[in-house]
């Protein structure tokens, strides 16, 4: 979006992929995968035919579920993460479910997995949700999200938004700085 361009970064290689939930849905379960083919309006096909393609990939690589809170199971995430790894932890629309004190909680779980290690934290949520991230000036209810990103170095935390999106991600925007 803009005449800004995507910030190019190298895109790091993906060794572990675990995935937190009270209830998670296995999409290689045909019970769960035919329960979100069911939550689709049967007039998208377009929508259909996405979640056709993310089942397919999620097939291809499954992550490791891990059932329960992600501030009781995170370290259990952690640990699950090869020792010379960067872990990368991402919540997409997540944190808003969480009161305060939960989002300040999950918060405090990443800040303890970086006393032995660094963690980066990369996050897409509503404008102010996600703690230490910055607004960019922008109200709460403005209608879009803030694209952050937290690295923890031992106890140091580093933590900028470096871009807005709109509409989940389908619209992005990049400062002219974030390059």
């Given at each position: 979006m ?25 999409v ?37 579920l ?41 918060l ?34 403005s ?10 170095d ?26």
């Amino acid at each position: 979006m803009g005449d800004r361009p995507i910030p190019m970064r190298a895109i790091p290689q993906v060794v572990a992929r675990i995935g937190i939930d009270v209830d998670p849905v296995d999409v290689t379960a045909a019970d769960d995968a035919r329960w979100l083919r069911a939550c689709l309006w049967p007039d998208q096909p377009g929508r259909v035919a996405k979640l056709e393609a993310e089942m397919a990939l999620v097939a291809a690589a499954p992550p490791l579920l891990l059932h329960g809170d992600a501030d009781e199971v995170l370290p259990d995430a952690f640990a699950r993460v090869p020792a010379d790894v960067l872990p990368v932890v991402t919540t997409t629309w997540a944190l808003s479910r969480f009161p305060l004190e939960g989002r300040l909680r999950f918060l405090h779980r990443l800040d303890e997995a970086a006393a032995d290690r660094a963690v980066a934290w990369v996050s897409a949520e509503g404008v102010g949700v996600a703690p230490t991230i910055t607004t960019l000036g922008d109200r709460r209810a403005s209608g879009h999200s803030i694209i952050g990103l937290a690295v923890f170095d031992w106890s140091a935390q580093r933590a900028e938004a470096i871009g807005r999106c709109w509409s989940r991600g389908r619209m992005l925007a990049w400062p002219a700085d974030s390059r």
